[in-house]
């Protein structure tokens, strides 16, 4: 053993120039207690071997015995960041005309029309249309993990994969995020979801905001009628490209290393993650919000009547076209169950459905999704 470690300490030396009296000091404990991954990283060899300083957003050993469970198998991760944003799951999506997104024509006038006398003439008339250009985005992650990292207990696929799962989860909570408050006007690189679009009062789109009431400045959440379809709304993606998330595993490969010796090369598993998307609002009567919810009084049950605005939203919305679905954050859902149980007049609006074997909320005939994208601390629309 003591032969071992004097041969890998000249390595150390010739390869790294590391300090010979550090590496003596640190590796008397070693010989103690036995070679280890923490004493082979505290004496420079996993800046070496596990490229541990590649940069913060590389995978470390640390990050890497911290998946290991008892047996020194991957662990299954518990997702405590996951979240449910289960609208990605009713979008219906389109391919937008675009190379950058999709162009609507919409109807913006009728032409008059009126009765006449017999030898009486009609004045011409005409309708007039409007052409709104939606952007998309490109929303992507890369994830490049030190060969010899993910080698390290015998199962690079599940390391890999347990690693996969959070880039996932990462693209739909941005996703679903920018699907509401995305605003290509503050951010250019972002798609204009549907808070900036339904975000005043006296907007010409104002019959399709109710107001709940709730004054404070920033303690607000909303609820939304949506009702999905390629004629009201949809989700896009760029001409030529392709709907949902893509992934593609490049593999090893040689890339350049930030961190450490300048121009310093090493070999990765490298992936990346892209979707190409953004949302097109044909007809805008097909949405509704139910904003300015105020959360303190909503929970001190002193606040909004969440089944009369949903009634009233039902009915502000036109029918025949689309599959409306509500959208709610957890606090509103929970509030609008106690709301639907306490109100007998409602006659148990609020009912389950069975869909795809799993049990769905369903209020007035329309499913109700609960999406943790929708903020608590909404600013007041006014």
């Known amino acids: 053993m003591r032969f071992s470690f004097a041969v890998l300490t000249a390595a150390l030396v010739l390869l790294l120039g590391v300090d010979l009296g550090a590496v003596s000091s640190a590796g008397a404990g070693a010989l103690e207690s036995g070679l280890t991954v923490g004493t082979l990283t505290k004496i420079g060899l996993g800046l070496f071997v596990f490229g541990a300083v590649l940069s913060t957003n590389a995978l ?32 219906q999506w ?20 009126a009765w006449r006398l017999i030898n009486a003439g009609v004045v011409p008339s005409k309708s007039t249309t409007a052409q709104i250009d939606e952007q998309s985005g490109i929303l992507e992650a890369w ?64 019959t399709n905001i109710l107001d709940a009431g ?28 392709q709907a949902g998330l893509e992934h593609d595993d490049y593999g090893e490969q040689t890339i350049h ?16 993650w892209v979707w190409n998307a953004g949302i097109q609002l044909a007809d805008w ?52 169950r106690r709301q639907e149980r306490g109100d007998v007049t409602t006659g148990g609006g609020l009912t389950f459905e069975n869909v795809e074997g799993k049990r769905v909320m369903d209020f007035g005939g329309v499913p109700v999704r ?13």
């Open 60 to 91: 470390t050993i640390a990050d890497w015995a911290k998946r290991l469970d008892p047996t020194g198998k991957i662990s299954d991760i518990v997702e405590l960041l996951s979240q449910s944003n289960e609208l990605l799951t009713d979008m």
């Open 214 to 241: 709730g004054t404070d400045a920033a303690d607000n959440t909303s609820i939304w009628l949506v009702a999905w379809s390629p004629e009201t709304v949809s989700g896009i993606f760029p001409k030529g490209s």
């Open 143 to 206: 994830s490049e993990v030190d060969v010899a990292l993910a080698k390290l207990n015998g199962n690079t696929a599940a390391f890999r994969l347990s690693e996969a799962r959070a880039f996932i989860e990462a693209m739909n909570q941005e996703m679903a995020q920018t699907l509401f408050y995305g605003n290509s006007g503050i951010a250019p690189e972002e798609f204009t979801g549907l808070a900036p679009r339904y975000s005043s009062l006296s907007a010409g789109n104002a």
């Open 285 to 336: 009567r097909y949405v509704v919000r139910i904003a300015n919810i105020d959360i303190s009084n909503l929970l001190a049950g002193t606040g909004a009547d969440l089944i009369d605005l949903m009634e009233t939203a039902l009915e502000i919305l036109p029918n025949g076209l689309g599959r409306p679905v509500f959208y709610m954050n957890r606090t509103a859902a929970r509030v609008l």
């Open 94 to 113: 389109i391919e937008g005309n675009l190379p950058t997104g999709h162009r609507t024509t919409m109807r913006t006038g009728l032409p008059a029309v």
């Open 257 to 272: 290393v930030t961190a450490g010796v300048a121009g310093s090369r090493m070999r990765a598993l490298q992936e990346r």
């Open 370 to 382: 609960r999406v943790d994208a929708l903020l608590s601390t909404e600013a007041r629309v006014v």
